[in-house]
T-cell receptor, first 113, second 111 residues
């Protein structure tokens, strides 16, 4: 039982390159989230998905796109990476409407040079 | 969801109780207080939550004031492994889309 799995764990991109961060959960939760965390800061919500087939913008969606591929998987895409997107990215899941304890992945540390 | 305020940092001697305060003066009646911690840039980990009664589990105790405007997370016997950033959030038990994770309290447990 892995919980929430993020890949890759580390990535270095050049400015303008694209990449997709993957998140998969085996908890059968409906809701999934993508956050970014900059040094010394809290977590800021980028996008979330309340259920399979739906996605909504969070606090800082610019420069990102998401796909809720199925109930298990929620991916985050950077189409043209910028140095300002250097951050640690966390995926999380919750069971909507019930005990909404959030479960987080271990993070993807992204550096854009 | 209600905004919360926490001290930026705290120290605690190993073996002593760590008492982490949180202010949530604008909390509404249907919002719960949740605590998470983040150890060394790992993903945040759930600790405990409560509505108005005090709560205890194997990790910690949560004391919520009668007016619900503040709460205290208590780690009864802090160890070096409790060194982490602790986040207090207040939200309704539905979705995390409006939850604000502020900078939290950086707790250092000192030998």
């Amino acid at each position: 039982n892995a919980g929430v799995t993020q890949t890759p764990k580390f990535q270095v991109l050049k400015t303008g390159q694209s990449m997709t961060l993957q998140c998969a959960q085996d908890m059968n939760h409906n809701s999934m989230y993508w956050y970014r965390q900059d040094p010394g800061m809290g977590l800021r919500l980028i996008y979330y998905s309340a259920s399979e087939g739906t996605t909504d913008k969070g606090e800082v969606p610019n420069g990102y796109n998401v796909s809720r591929l199925n109930k298990r998987e929620f991916s985050l895409r950077l189409e043209s990476a910028a140095p300002s997107q250097t951050s640690v990215y966390f995926c999380a899941t919750t069971e909507t409407g019930r005990n909404t304890e959030a479960f987080f992945g271990q993070g993807t540390r992204l550096t854009v040079v | 969801d209600a905004k919360t305020t926490q001290p930026t940092s705290m120290d605690c001697a190993e073996g002593r109780a760590a008492n982490l305060p949180c202010n949530h003066s604008t909390i509404s009646g249907n919002e719960y207080v949740y605590w998470y911690r983040q150890i060394h840039s790992q993903g945040p980990q759930y600790i405990i939550h409560g509505l108005k009664n005090n709560e205890t589990n194997e990790m910690a105790s949560l004391i919520i004031t009668e007016d619900r405007k503040s709460s205290t997370l208590i780690l009864p016997h802090a160890t070096l492994r409790d060194t982490a950033v602790y986040y207090c959030i207040a939200h309704r038990r539905t979705s995390y889309d409006k939850v604000i994770f502020g900078p939290g309290t950086s707790l250092s447990v000192i030998p």
